[in-house]
């Protein structure tokens, strides 16, 4: 799939216990949701990311902030972990022959 996306973000809405800090840096898990109506211009929005244990008490989403689909290919391709990407490049590289002759053209920076 490959669209843009506007949104917002109310900074003042994000709760505290929703920050992660890794490595010095502080991180949210966030959901965006697209809608196929819209409402005030708006058909995204943007919730705090639940648990599985959240989702299945059908806990109050906390909304944080929408937005518009600006522009779209008419596509929704779900995202592939990195780890089954890899594996499956692995498995393509073992058995397929290169589709061309290795080339030493490459760019220098």
Do not use: H
Request: hydrophobic share 30%; proline share 4%.
């Amino acid at each position: 799939m490959s669209a843009l996306i506007n949104f917002s973000i109310d900074l003042n809405k994000i709760p505290k216990s929703s920050i992660n800090s890794k490595d010095g840096k502080a991180y949210i898990n966030l959901t965006m949701s697209c809608n196929d109506e819209t409402r005030y211009g708006n058909n995204t929005s943007v919730t705090v990311r639940q648990t599985k244990g959240e989702r299945d008490a059908k806990a109050i989403k906390q909304y944080i902030g929408n937005g518009q689909i600006v522009w779209t290919n008419g596509t929704v391709v779900l995202a592939e972990k990195e780890e089954d990407k890899e594996a499956n490049d692995e498995e393509l590289s073992m058995t397929d022959p290169l589709p061309m002759k290795p080339s030493n053209d490459f760019l220098d920076f």
